[in-house]
């Protein structure tokens, strides 16, 4: 019996060494803060109105909006249509999928140059930014689909560690007004993923009322 228990301690050891030695999996994550991806503003709503309200709104990503990772090469590949904002279910629910009119806050920019930045919880090897936009005509109140969106707009980077709040200039198409949604995807350059961002917007053509339009 000791040495059928010497041998279990042994081979428990070895497997906790070879555990414990693995390579653990980069945590790079980050959201658009400004103005706010649907999933940080889940957050916000978090840290003002309390967990139960926006939990039943939001689902699980109040507490992890830098999270929604799925695999890159949109529009090609990527998220499926329909689990585009929750980026396939990335925090485990598709609550973020759920569009209509009126379900989301928005923020109002102007048509024109605007200003997109991110904020990353960790450093990552970076590809490049892209950003696409609903089209004039959307349905609002469908899952969003890569039917839906227009490209406006890719910020190519070196392959090196962006900073932990990179700032982008991209141009909100002219034609656009009222309602819409910004894809903003982040490229990791050394490994297979994206990080994908809603932002929900409503277009003003006639003041500048949101501070990061130019």
Do not use: C
Request: aromatic content about 10%; hydrophobic content about 35%.
């Amino acid at each position: 019996m000791k040495k059928i228990l010497a041998g279990v301690a042994i081979t428990t050891s070895v497997l906790g060494a070879a555990l414990f030695t693995q390579t653990p999996k980069v945590a790079a994550h980050g959201y658009v803060q400004s103005p706010p991806a649907r999933a940080y503003q889940g957050k916000l709503d978090f840290d003002s109105q309390g967990w139960t309200a926006a939990l039943s709104l939001y689902g699980n990503v109040i507490t992890n909006p830098q999270g929604l990772e799925a695999k890159k090469g949109y529009p090609q590949a990527g998220p499926a249509d329909g689990r585009i904002a929750s980026a396939d279910g990335a925090v485990g629910d598709f609550v973020l999928d759920n569009q209509t009119s009126t379900r989301w806050k928005k923020t109002t920019i102007n048509s024109g140059p605007n200003l997109f930045t991110w904020r990353y919880t960790a450093s990552h090897k970076t590809a490049k930014w892209h950003y696409y936009m609903t089209k004039t005509g959307w349905d609002q109140n469908a899952p969003l689909k890569r039917a839906d969106m227009e490209h406006i707009g890719t910020i190519e980077y070196n392959g090196g560690n962006a900073s932990a709040n990179p700032t982008h200039s991209v141009t909100v198409p002219t034609d656009r007004t009222g309602y819409h949604v910004i894809l903003a995807v982040w490229d990791v350059d050394d490994t297979d993923n994206a990080f994908y961002n809603v932002i929900d917007v409503n277009v003003n053509t006639k003041s500048n009322t949101y501070g990061p339009s130019l």
